[in-house]
Every structure is written in structure tokens, then in C-alpha cells.
């Protein structure tokens, strides 16, 4: 079973740390954050649903 609230607090948490690299302008970094969000949230929910 998935389980959302821990992909959304993946996605949410990334999110907030790439806004304050953004703000810093750290576009970048803000990128590889959410890149890496990205493939972490795919490997959870992948794994999850074959439980």
C-alpha cells in the first residue's frame, strides 16, 4: 500500500529547501534538490506499491 503523507512530506520538504535556494540564488542546487525529490519520491512509491 502507498502510503501519500510520506511522499508528500518528501516532495514538501524538497520543495522548501529548493525556494531557499532559489531565494539565494542557488538555481543550480535548487534544481539537484528537486531532481533528487524527484527520483527518491519514484523509489518510495515503486516500492510501496509492490509491498
Same mark, same amino acid.
Given at each position: 500500500?502507498? =502510503?501519500? &503523507? &510520506? /511522499?508528500?512530506?518528501?516532495?514538501? =520538504? %524538497?520543495? !522548501?529547501? %529548493? !525556494? &531557499?535556494?532559489?531565494?539565494?540564488?542557488?538555481?543550480?542546487?535548487? &534544481?539537484?534538490? /528537486?531532481? %533528487?525529490?524527484?527520483?527518491? %519520491?519514484?523509489? /518510495?512509491?515503486?516500492?510501496?506499491? !509492490?509491498?
Amino acid at each position: 500500500m502507498v =502510503h501519500y &503523507k &510520506k /511522499l508528500y512530506l518528501l516532495l514538501f =520538504h %524538497a520543495i !522548501t529547501e %529548493a !525556494t &531557499k535556494q532559489i531565494d539565494a540564488q542557488n538555481i543550480g542546487m535548487a &534544481k539537484d534538490i /528537486l531532481i %533528487a525529490a524527484q527520483r527518491n %519520491a519514484e523509489e /518510495l512509491y515503486i516500492s510501496e506499491e !509492490t509491498d
